[in-house]
């Protein structure tokens, strides 16, 4: 079977990197310390799956979240 290429997307809206600053944006304001924790390689799936900035930020913060020890969750809030 033949390979059938995709049409490129020409121009995506938004464009990913103001969709990633709103994204860090919302994500601010979840968690102050989860923007410099984050991979952006999660980022990424979640505008290939076409999630808005704010649905982003929230897996996000959840991934952070589980990443932690439970007692430094606690000395946090």
């Given amino acids: 079977m033949s390979r ?3 049409p490129a997307t020409l121009n ?11 994204a860090l944006k919302a994500l601010q304001k979840l968690s102050p310390l989860a923007p410099a924790a984050i991979r952006e390689g999660l980022l990424t799936r979640c505008y290939v799956h076409g999630l ?8 996000a913060e959840r991934e ?3 990443t932690r020890p439970p007692d430094w ?4 809030r």
């Fill in 4 to 6: 059938v290429p995709r």
């Fill in 52 to 59: 808005s900035p704010q649905q982003a930020a929230q897996v």
């Fill in 12 to 22: 995506p809206d938004p464009s990913y990197r103001d969709w990633r600053a709103a």
């Fill in 73 to 76: 969750i606690k000395r946090k």
């Fill in 64 to 66: 952070y979240r589980s």
